[in-house]
C-alpha cells in the first residue's frame, strides 16, 4: 500500500510538472521585442510585392506599425490586439480570447495569420 501511495504520488508531480512546462513553452514560443516583419497580401495572391512592418510584442500583446514601405489610411497602428494560438494549431492577430475559436481565419477573414519563423504576415 506504502508503495502504490508514492507511486500515486511520484504520477502527480510528474503531471503538475508536465503541465507546468507545456504552458511555459507556449508562452516561449511567442518572440518578444521589437521585429522588421514581411506582410503578405492575400487578396493579391503574390501578384503584388510584400510589404514590410514593424512588429511589437510583450507576453502576448502586439502592436503592427508601418515603417517606410507601407503607405495605409489611419495613423502609424495598422493593429493593436492579442497574438494567440488558434484552435487549428496556427498563431493568429485577435481582439480577444474568444477568437481562438473562429471559422475562418487568415486570407481576407477578420484574424490575419503570423509566422514567427518567417517573420510573416498574412493580411488582406
Known sequence: MKNNSILIKTVIIVCLLFTVDSFSQEKETIPQGTFNY?????????????????????????KVLQDGTTNFMGG????????????????????????????????????PVIYFDCKLIEWC
Open 38 to 62: 514581411e506582410m503578405y497580401f492575400a487578396e493579391f495572391g503574390g501578384r503584388m510585392e510584400n510589404s514590410t512592418c514593424n512588429v511589437e510584442i510583450k507576453d502576448n500583446r502586439i
Open 76 to 111: 502609424k497602428v495598422i493593429f493593436e490586439g492579442l497574438v494567440i494560438r488558434h484552435k487549428s494549431d496556427v498563431w493568429i492577430l485577435a481582439r480577444d480570447e474568444e477568437d481562438k475559436n473562429a471559422e475562418e481565419i487568415g486570407g481576407c477573414t477578420e484574424f
